[in-house]
């Protein structure tokens, strides 16, 4: 005995042509119906992520510049007045700068 299921119609087909229906989640239906997983599902909307990630570079090129360059830059600072500021590249400590009461220093790491 052998059953056609048609999704597309949620319908049930039995052997002798009877039919009976079945419900199904819209969004698990369009799922199934289109092959999408959770990566396809995201890629429907590529588009829009591109026009996003553009849009947030013209924003703010100094991110996307410190990803390309592989240098990340982090600043501590407290109330007292001394501030630390690190900078990375490729994972290492690159660079270290701080200041106290308008006393600055530079160390640099290779």
Not at 57 to 76: G, T
Request: glycine share 6%.
């Amino acid at each position: 005995m052998s059953l056609t299921v048609d999704l597309a119609n949620q319908k049930v087909i039995s052997p002798n042509g009877k039919e009976y229906s079945f419900e199904v989640d819209g969004f698990r239906k369009h799922c199934l119906l289109n092959g999408l997983d959770d990566i396809g599902l995201t890629l429907e909307h590529a588009d829009d992520i591109r026009a996003y990630e553009a849009k947030r570079r013209a924003e703010a090129p100094w991110l996307f510049d410190a990803i390309n360059n592989n240098l990340i830059c982090s600043r501590l600072s407290t109330l007292s007045g001394f501030s630390l500021s690190m900078r990375y590249r490729q994972g290492r400590l690159w660079e270290t700068h701080w200041s106290e009461n308008k006393a600055k220093t530079r160390n640099k790491r290779k």
